[in-house]
């Protein structure tokens, strides 16, 4: 099945220790996105990719980086992660730059900080 | 520019009906509906893209109202299944960015 799967489910790091979150789809969509959910709260939009085109969010710390090798996999980096990084990191994939087909989510990646 | 929804709760019985409403400040082009079960990824159910359109999704449907920028989501019959936090997403006109409502936590109990 066509999808889009993220690596780790779980990530522990140490307070500003940089850590790498993956993604990878199979559905050969041209957008790719970030999300940070917390607890009880809607999904943020960090950036997205529309292929090679990268589009910052313009409340997105600096802290967060982004990378897309390939039309196939996207990274999200954090520096130096703080305790108020902890959160769900969702990528997401959307065939057209404004999703109208809808977007297809990975089962995330849970960020703790310790 | 966050849409909001209403309710922000609601507890229903097995084969109740619910009906969550999204409402936009901004002009919309498009009102998407996604459901997340706790610890999971937000699941797509449908999106709208005309005024008056009105979709459905086995029991789940939807209307969206472009004059009032409002869309609602429409549940019959509600099973057990259906519980998770529901989210309405907009796609505004101007500029075509896209916001995810507040939510609206949906519990269907036995």
């Known amino acids: 099945d066509a999808m889009v799967i993220q690596n780790p489910r779980y990530q522990v790091t140490q307070f500003g220790k940089p850590v790498t979150l993956s993604c990878s789809q199979t559905?050969?969509?041209?957008?790719m996105y970030w999300y940070q959910q917390k607890s009880s709260q809607a999904p943020k939009l960090l950036f997205h990719?529309?292929?090679?085109?990268?589009?910052n969010e313009a409340d997105t710390p600096d802290n967060f980086q982004s990378r897309r090798p390939n039309t196939s996999f996207c990274f999200l980096d954090i520096r130096s992660p703080g305790l108020g990084d902890a959160a769900m990191y969702l990528c997401?994939?959307?065939?057209?730059?404004f999703g109208r087909g809808g977007y297809t989510f990975g089962s995330g990646t849970r960020l703790t900080v310790v | 520019q966050q849409p909001v929804q209403s309710p922000q709760a609601v507890i229903l019985r097995e084969g109740e009906d619910a009906v969550i409403n999204c409402s936009s400040s901004?002009?919309?082009?498009?009102v998407h509906w996604y459901r997340q079960k706790h610890g999971e990824a937000p699941v797509f159910l449908m999106i709208?893209?005309?005024?008056?359109e009105q979709k459905g999704h086995e029991k789940i449907s939807a209307s969206f109202n472009e004059k009032k920028q409002q869309s609602s989501l429409y549940l019959t019959a509600s099973q057990l299944s259906y519980s998770g936090t529901y989210f309405c997403?907009?796609?505004?006109?101007?500029?075509?960015?896209?916001?995810f409502g507040t939510g609206t936590s949906l519990t269907v109990i036995p």
């Open positions: 709208l893209l005309k005024g008056g």
């Open positions: 997401a994939t959307s065939r057209d730059r």
């Open positions: 990719y529309y292929d090679k085109d990268f589009n």
């Open positions: 997403g907009t796609e505004i006109r101007t500029g075509n960015q896209f916001y």
């Open positions: 559905l050969n969509h041209n957008v």
């Open positions: 901004k002009a919309l082009y498009s």
